[in-house]
């Protein structure tokens, strides 16, 4: 028994030798912005939606041993989500408590890759259902936005425009 705790103890510490460190932050981030440009309302004007976010984020970069990171694990907790009629103020609560997770990868201390998982943003449309903008994983080239590898259902991600004027719809 000893000589199997010595050697479980043993490949532990060879494998914290081989690795960096692995250094954890938590923040908090906002935005707002539009979110759906140029609805019609019923009377032949037109609003954006608007949307605003608080958010908390716990982040673990790890390094390797020359000091470089190798990557950023990301998750992120949306507290607050609110879209609004950018005329009248008519608004919709999205979440709370929606979550995201986000793993970006290195090389040579290059950004190479991040892959997003997760029901990032979620609102309830009245008479047509919740819309997410991402629920399942997509793999995005960090340089161009392009995405490489989609799955799940992402109204607004994979641009859906049925969502979108569902959405505008309920803040007419």
């Known amino acids: ?20 460190k692995a250094v ?3 923040y908090t981030e906002s935005w707002e912005g539009v979110l759906v440009a140029g609805c019609i309302d019923g009377y032949g004007g037109m609003f954006d939606v608007m949307n605003r976010y608080d958010a908390l984020i716990k982040d673990t970069t790890v390094y390797n041993k020359k000091g470089q990171i190798e ?6 907790k949306f507290t607050t989500d609110i879209f609004w009629n950018s005329e009248t103020r008519k608004s919709l609560t999205g979440g709370p408590g929606e979550r995201q997770n986000i793993r970006l990868t290195f090389e040579d201390g290059v950004l190479v890759r991040r892959e997003d998982s997760g029901g990032i943003v979620r609102v309830h449309l009245p008479g047509y259902g919740p819309i997410y903008y991402e629920t399942g994983h997509a793999r995005i080239n960090p340089d161009t936005y392009e995405v490489h590898f989609n799955s799940g259902w992402n109204h ?3 641009g859906d425009p049925a969502a979108a004027e569902a959405l505008c719809n309920a803040l007419k």
């Open 156 to 158: 607004f991600f994979d």
């Open 71 to 76: 990557q950023i694990v990301r998750t992120v």
């Open 1 to 20: 028994m000893i000589i199997a705790v010595a050697v479980v103890l043993a490949g532990a510490v060879a494998f914290a030798q081989g690795q960096g």
């Open 24 to 26: 954890q932050n938590e």
